[in-house]
């Protein structure tokens, strides 16, 4: 009798499995999603490890930013859940001042002048003899392999340990007052040296270039202006940007300073004075919500630094090589990691492994929590009637389009999902409205 009830029970979940893949095998073909594009999906119960649903779960596809849930999931094992990214203010005993990045991506202008406001408070008669900048946490290569110039200009800043004010400035493009010209106003302290070819049009229609190459610190704005606006743009130069704030946060905190600003470590005789400080769930916000590829970089290579010791100024290559510590592919031949952000199209995965990561990460409570569930981030407009019970990261390139998390579904079971969607040649909102669609349907049907 027993075993006739097993095996009765073993038969309608195999029914019911048959029933709920059929469901979304109609929708893949009636779309035509598999004439032009690669799908890879994988749907499984976290607890038994049950596949509910599998499709080309071991081709290697390209993750696009559903990477990031992967990267900061190594990197806040590797850091721990109380880290805290430190900027730090030294002293030796010549009265020598060292400010000791520690790479922190949401470091503001008005933390560097309560910095300085601290010191002065605590050592008001101190004449300051140098001021130096202990720079050694990571390197300055300014971008991984395998990132095209459309993902970087003007939008994404270089990685480096000199980071304030998220290294973004603003520009206004302003029509005259007699509407005779157009102007280019910078009112913050870093100006950055622009050629100006802009004329009134009757449309928007302009690009920003870099006149002399990729790596020149002069852009030249060339088309038409009808309106009037304000841009966000990359600081070119994020060393000097970095020491033109602190000289006026130097100002604003009345501390007296006018000589040169210059790389040098902190000695092992100097003094830990105070820091300021922002937390791994603070950074966890631009990282997991909001799919900032600059903070998923810098993050990555910080826990890098943690990983080699601080023994030398942290590269990508430690960053991947700590990386494959926690998440071996050993068993998912082919899978490459190129960067921490998704963005190099050298980034190659499969849904299976992504969803063996996603198990590990979402094994850690306090890690799960920090992932954007609906109405948050990325996904403000989607998936709202399952907002608490969907935790998920998307991701966006070119002809990729991905999400990857944890839903709990009706019945309250834990199912890890990975969508991988590439070289399609539909609409971003025809994507995801399947991802969606897919996502429901693990719902309801589990």
């Known amino acids: 009798m027993k075993k006739t009830f ?5 038969v309608l979940i195999l029914q019911f499995s048959a029933v709920f893949a059929n469901e979304i095998d109609r929708i893949i073909s009636q779309n035509d999603f598999e004439l032009k594009s690669t799908i890879g999906i994988l749907a499984v ?12 779960s071991k081709k290697l596809l390209n993750p696009a930013s559903i990477l990031k849930s992967l990267t900061f999931g190594a990197a806040y094992f590797t850091l721990g859940s109380d880290y805290e990214f430190k900027t730090k203010l030294y002293k030796d005993f010549q009265n020598n001042l060292y400010v000791k990045l520690g790479a922190d991506p949401l470091l503001s202008s008005n933390n560097l002048v309560d910095l300085f406001k601290t010191f002065r408070e605590q050592n008001p008669n101190c004449k300051i003899n140098n001021i130096y900048i202990d720079d050694s946490i990571i390197d300055k290569t300014p971008y991984p392999d395998g990132w095209m110039e459309d993902d970087i200009w003007p939008t994404s800043p270089a990685i480096t340990p000199y980071i304030v004010d998220n290294n973004m400035f603003e520009i206004a493009i302003s029509r005259s007052s007699l509407a005779t010209k157009v102007d280019i106003i910078q009112n913050g302290s870093y ?31 060339r088309g038409t202006i009808a309106k009037d606006e304000i841009i966000k743009m ?54 997991l919500h909001d799919s900032n590829n600059f903070v998923s970089e810098v993050v990555f290579k910080v826990a890098a630094a943690k990983y080699i010791n601080y023994s030398h100024s942290a590269t990508l290559n430690d ?19 190129a960067d921490a952000s998704g963005v190099s199209r050298y980034n190659l995965v499969c849904c299976d492994y992504v969803a063996n990561c996603l198990k590990t990460i979402f094994g850690c409570e306090s890690l799960k929590n920090l992932f954007a569930t609906s109405g948050e981030g990325t996904l403000k407009e989607r998936l709202g009637f399952l907002e608490g019970n969907v935790r998920a990261k998307t991701g966006t390139l070119s002809g990729v389009s991905s999400i990857a998390g944890i839903l709990t579904s009706r019945e309250n079971r834990e199912i890890i999902f990975v969508i991988i969607t590439q070289n399609s040649p539909k609409r971003k909102a025809v994507l995801k409205n399947f991802e969606n669609t897919v996502i429901s349907i693990l719902y309801r049907r589990y």
């Open 6 to 10: 097993i095996f009765i029970v073993t």
């Open 45 to 56: 119960d976290k607890n038994s490890d049950r596949i509910l649903y599998e499709k080309h």
């Open 191 to 221: 100006k950055l040296p622009v050629v100006n070819e802009l004329i009134l049009g009757e449309k928007q229609d302009y690009t920003i270039e870099k006149l002399y190459g990729e790596n020149s610190p002069i852009v030249t704005f």
């Open 234 to 287: 990359p600081v070119l130069q994020p060393e000097l940007n970095f020491k033109i704030k602190l000289l006026d946060a130097l100002h604003k905190a009345k501390v007296n300073y006018y000589a040169p600003i210059n790389p040098k470590k902190v000695p092992n005789n100097a003094v830990e004075l105070n820091y300021v400080s922002h937390t791994i769930d603070e950074v966890s916000i631009p990282v």
């Open 319 to 337: 960053g991947i090589n700590m990386f494959y510590s926690i998440f071996p592919a050993s068993d998912c031949e082919g899978i490459k990691i």
